[in-house]
T-cell receptor, first 114, second 108 residues
Framework: DGGITQSPKYLFRKEGQNVTLSCEQN?????MYWYRQDPGQGLRLIYY???????QKGDIAEGYSVSREKKESFPLTVTSAQKNPTAFYLC?????????????FGNGTRLTVT | RKEVEQDPGPFNVPEGATVAFNCTYS??????FFWYRQDCRKEPKLLMS???SGNEDGRFTAQLNRASQYISLLIRDSKLSDSATYLC?????????FGKGTRLHILP
């Protein structure tokens, strides 16, 4: 079955450490996205990528980095510069960034930094 | 004013009842619209797209009112399993804007 896989589901890190969240899709989608969700809050866009080797900052990119070396993969690194990294991170993909393409989400990674 | 707004709820509705909620958007250039459902501590899942003429999928009906700039979701014969947060999503150009969601609790 096609889908988006995020791993791990739960991740614990000490403050000051960088951590990389994995996102892989086999839907052959061009566009991929990273969102962050905090309790009681809406989704906020961190980064998105429309095509391999290209990505753009979203609304809250500071303290994060991404790469898009393969169509299937869009890993997110949460750096030590991110002041409040504890959150639920969601990766999504869509056929394109065209206006009629709905997003398909992975099942998320819950990151806790202490 | 936020670009996409939803009543956060919660809406507490008895099982079997019909419930409807709206989502308003501020930019008239918005082009496409979707409803997602999100269960507690899970990822959002696409419920349905919203088409200009309105569309139905089983117990769910979605409508778009461009003149008043809102979309609606109606759930008939509500089930306990319909309890979730319903997110409104609006696309404008390459931008995807999420509402903060409306929480729905179906009561036995």
């Amino acid at each position: 079955d096609g889908g988006i896989t995020q791993s791990p589901k739960y991740l614990f890190r000490k403050e000051g450490q960088n951590v990389t969240l994995s996102c892989e899709q086999n839907l052959n989608h061009d566009a991929m996205y990273w969102y962050r969700q905090d309790p009681g809050q809406g989704l906020r866009l961190i980064y998105y990528s429309q095509i391999v080797n290209d990505f753009q900052k979203g609304d809250i990119a500071e303290g994060y980095s991404v790469s898009r070396e393969k169509k299937e993969s869009f890993p997110l690194t949460v750096t030590s510069a991110q002041k409040n990294p504890t959150a639920f991170y969601l990766c999504a993909s869509s056929e394109s960034t065209g206006r009629h393409s709905p997003l398909h989400f992975g099942n998320g990674t819950r990151l806790t930094v202490t | 004013r936020k670009e996409v707004e939803q009543d956060p709820g919660p809406f507490n509705v008895p099982e079997g009842a019909t419930v409807a909620f709206n989502c308003t958007y501020s930019n008239s250039a918005s082009q496409s619209f979707f409803w997602y459902r999100q269960d507690c501590r899970k990822e959002p899942k696409l419920l349905m797209s919203v088409y200009s003429s309105g569309n139905e999928d089983g117990r769910f009906t979605a409508q778009l009112n461009r003149a008043s700039q809102y979309i609606s979701l109606l759930i008939r014969d509500s089930k306990l399993s319909d309890s979730a947060t319903y997110l409104c999503v609006v696309n404008r150009d390459d931008k995807i804007i999420f509402g903060k969601g409306t929480r729905l609790h179906i009561l036995p």
